[in-house]
C-alpha cells in the first residue's frame, strides 16, 4: 500500500503556522522560499547572506538560513552585553515572572515546536514532542528553585553567556539551558545550529524575547563567528555542546582568558557485560537505546562483553537490533485519519546525507579492517513515501571485533551503529570501556552488584550505571563528563545555576587545567 503524508503536516502547513506564530522572525519569500531574520541588537533584522537549509526527511529546502559576517556578530554581541547589565539588577521576582510567561507561550505553542523538530531534524513525533517537554519542564523546576540556588549572595557573570550547541536537541539542551541562564540574571546569546533546528529556535526565542529577555539568536560559520563568540571580551561564560574536534578548538582560544565554560564534547559511551544472566531486562534498555538513531551524547554504541556470555548476549541482542522501527517521521497509510497516532518510530534519518555517507564509510573501513558484520540492515521495506529522497537514512548496524586502527574502535560513530568487543578478564573489561579518553556515562550488566560497584571505580565515565543505562539526566541531577569528553564547569541541578553565576564559597566542581573535582552522581 502507498503510503501518504499524515495530514496537515507537510512541510508548508508547518511553515504558516510557524509564520502565523511569530511573523516578526520571518522575512518574505525569494524563489518560493522563506528566509529567516536574526535577533540581534534587540530585534529582529534582514541580515546575513542567505544559505538554503535542507529537511533530512526528504531532502528538500525548508528556508533560508541568513549567515552574519563577524562584524555584525560583534555589533550584536555588544548590545548582549549593554542589555545582561540592565538585566542583571533586574529583581528575582521580575526575572521568574518573565521567564514564566516565556514558558506559558511555549506550552501554547508546543505541538508547532515540535513538528518543526520532526521536519528539521529528522525525531520522530513521539521523541520530537519529548524534546519540547523536556525542556519546559525542567525550566519550570527551575523558576521553582532558584531563589534557594541564588541564596548566600550568588550573581550574575560580568557578562552575557554565548551558546553554541549542536543540532539534536534544540530546545531540551539549548532554550533550556538559556532559560536558566536568564532566571540566574545572565543575557544570553545563542548560535543557531548549521544543520538543524532554525526554525524551531527562531519560533522559541522569538517568543522569548516578546515576554521582555534579553536574548540574541544569530547564525553563521562557526569558523567566522567562533572568535566573536568565544573570544569576545564581553562574554560572561561560554557554553559548548558539540563534537571534540570543534569543542578542542573553543578550549584552545580560551586557554589564555579567565572566561567560565562548559564544554560538551562526545565519549564512547560502552555497556560492559560480566557475570550476568538478566537478559530481558537488558534487552529493554537496549530497545530504547536507538531512539533517534542514537544521534546523542549519552548513546551506547559499544558493548564490551565477556567471552562466556557472548553467545547468550548475542541471542539476546541481535533479535533487538532487528526490531528497530526507522523511517519517514510523518508516512502514514490510507486508513490514516486526523486524530491517529503518528507513526511509532525508534527514528528517522541521519541529521543529513553526508553524515550518513560517513558513517556507511565507517563501516565499510571497519569491515574491510577485519571487523566481523553480525548484522546490516537494510532500507528495503521501511515506510518511505514513493520517490522520496532517502540518501539520510541508514539502517541499523552492528560490528563484532572492530580493528584497533578503524575510527569506529575509538571514537562515537553518532548513528546507528553498534560495535562489540569481546573480553576475557576484567582487567580487558576496563580498558575496552575506557577506549576513547573519557565518557559522559557508561553501564555495568552484573548480577554481583557490589562486584559492579568495585568494577565502577576504574571507568573513565562521569555517569555509570548499574544495570540501567544513565542519561544527561533532569532538575537536581548533575551533568559533566570525564577525561577529554568535558572541558570547565560541570552543569545540572544546582551545578548549572553555579556555573553561570558568581559569588558564593567553595570552587565549582568540573574540569579545569589546574584541578577536577566531581560531585556525587
Same mark, same amino acid.
Not at 542589555?83 to 529583581?91: G, I, K, S, V
Not at 541482542?317 to 511509532?344: C, I, K, M, N
Given at each position: ?9 507537510? #512541510?508548508?502547513?508547518?511553515?504558516? !503556522? ?5 511573523p ?5 519569500e525569494?524563489d518560493?522560499?522563506? +528566509?529567516?531574520?536574526?535577533?540581534v ?26 549567515r552574519l ?21 533586574t529583581?528575582?521576582a ?7 510567561e516565556?514558558l ?6 508546543r =505541538? ?10 529528522g525525531?520522530?513525533w ?5 524534546d ?14 532558584i ?49 538543524? $533546528?532554525?526554525?524551531?529556535?527562531t ?12 536574548? +540574541? ?10 572568535? @566573536? ?13 558539540g $563534537? ?13 582568558? /579567565? ?6 564534547q562526545?565519549?564512547?559511551?560502552? #555497556? ?7 537478559? /530481558?531486562?537488558l ?7 536507538f ?10 554504541p559499544?558493548?564490551?562483553?565477556q567471552?562466556?556470555?557472548? =553467545?547468550?548476549?548475542l ?6 537490533v ?18 491517529d ?10 541529521i ?6 560517513e558513517?556507511?564509510?565507517? @563501516? ?50 553518532f ?5 562489540i568487543?569481546?573480553?576475557?578478564? +576484567? ?11 573519557g ?30 543505562? !544513565?542519561?544527561?539526566g ?5 551533568? $559533566?563528563? !570525564?577525561?577529554a ?11 548549572l545555576?553555579?556555573? @553561570?553565576?558568581?559569588?558564593g564559597? $567553595? ?15
Amino acid at each position: 500500500m502507498a503510503l501518504r503524508l499524515a495530514d496537515g503536516t507537510a #512541510w508548508s502547513d508547518t511553515l504558516a !503556522r510557524a509564520v502565523a506564530a511569530a511573523p516578526e522572525a520571518f522575512g518574505p519569500e525569494v524563489d518560493g522560499v522563506t +528566509t529567516l531574520h536574526n535577533l540581534v541588537s534587540g530585534q529582529w533584522q534582514a541580515v546575513g547572506t542567505p544559505s538554503a537549509v535542507r529537511t533530512p526527511v526528504d531532502n528538500t529546502v525548508l528556508v533560508n538560513l541568513p549567515r552574519l559576517d563577524a562584524d555584525t556578530a560583534r555589533a550584536a554581541v555588544a548590545h548582549a552585553a549593554t542589555a545582561h547589565r540592565d538585566w542583571a539588577a533586574t529583581p528575582l521576582a521580575e526575572r521568574k515572572a518573565r521567564v514564566g510567561e516565556a514558558l506559558d507561550a511555549l506550552t501554547a505553542h508546543r =505541538d508547532l515546536l515540535a513538528m518543526l523538530l520532526v521536519w528539521e531534524i529528522g525525531k520522530p513525533w513521539r521523541l520530537a514532542c519529548a524534546d519540547v517537554d523536556r525542556a519546559l519542564d525542567g525550566v519550570r523546576w527551575y523558576v521553582e528553585e532558584i531563589d534557594r540556588m541564588l541564596a548566600g549572595g550568588r550573581e550574575a557573570l560580568p557578562g552575557p553567556v554565548s551558546n553554541i550547541a549542536s543540532w539534536n536537541y534544540p530546545m531540551s539542551v539549548l532554550v533550556h539551558a538559556e532559560l536558566v541562564q536568564l532566571l540566574a540574571g545572565n543575557a544570553v546569546i545563542a548560535k543557531t545550529p548549521s544543520q538543524g $533546528g532554525a526554525v524551531c529556535l527562531t519560533v522559541a526565542h522569538a517568543l522569548m524575547r516578546r515576554a521582555g529577555l534579553p536574548a +540574541t539568536l544569530l547564525s553563521g560559520s562557526g569558523e567566522e563567528l567562533s572568535e @566573536v563568540l568565544v573570544r569576545a571580551p564581553e562574554i560572561g561564560a561560554v557554553a559548548f555542546v558539540g $563534537g571534540r574536534s570543534n569543542g578542542g578548538k573553543v578550549a584552545a582560544a580560551l586557554l589564555d582568558t /579567565d572566561k567560565r565554560h562548559f564544554i560538551e564534547q562526545e565519549g564512547l559511551n560502552a #555497556w560492559g557485560v560480566w557475570n550476568f544472566s538478566q537478559w /530481558d531486562l537488558l534487552a529493554a534498555h537496549l530497545k530504547k537505546g536507538f531512539e533517534y538513531g542514537k544521534q546523542r551524547c549519552t548513546a551506547y554504541p559499544r558493548f564490551v562483553v565477556q567471552r562466556d556470555l557472548v =553467545d547468550e548476549f548475542l541471542d539476546m541482542y541481535l533479535p533487538v537490533v532487528r526490531s528497530v522501527r526507522f523511517g519517514h517521521p510523518l508516512a502514514v497509510d490510507e486508513t490514516w485519519q486526523a486524530g491517529d497516532p503518528l507513526p511509532e518510530l525508534d527514528f528517522g534519518p541521519l541529521i543529513s546525507g553526508a553524515k550518513a555517507d560517513e558513517l556507511r564509510r565507517k @563501516v565499510d573501513e571497519a569491515v574491510r579492517g577485519g571487523a566481523v558484520p553480525l548484522h546490516r540492515g537494510k532500507l528495503d521495506g521501511a515506510p518511505f513515501l514513493d520517490g522520496q529522497d532517502t540518501s539520510a537514512y541508514v539502517a541499523p548496524a552492528v560490528l563484532l571485533a572492530p580493528p584497533g586502527r578503524s575510527r569506529l574502535m575509538h571514537a562515537e560513530p553518532f548513528g546507528p551503529v553498534d560495535t562489540i568487543v569481546v573480553v576475557d578478564t +576484567t582487567d580487558e573489561l576496563l580498558a575496552a570501556m575506557n577506549a576513547s579518553n573519557g565518557a559522559l556515562v557508561a553501564s555495568l550488566a552484573c548480577d554481583d552488584e557490589e562486584l559492579a560497584g568495585k568494577l565502577a571505580v576504574d571507568l573513565q565515565a562521569f555517569k555509570v550505571g548499574i544495570n540501567k543505562p !544513565r542519561s544527561r539526566g533532569d532538575r537536581e541531577e548533575p551533568f $559533566g563528563g !570525564r577525561g577529554a569528553s568535558w572541558k570547565g564547569a560541570f552543569v545540572g541541578g544546582d551545578l548549572l545555576v553555579q556555573a @553561570v553565576t558568581q559569588g558564593g564559597d $567553595g570552587r565549582l566542581y568540573g574540569n579545569f587545567p589546574d584541578y577536577s573535582s566531581y560531585p556525587a552522581t
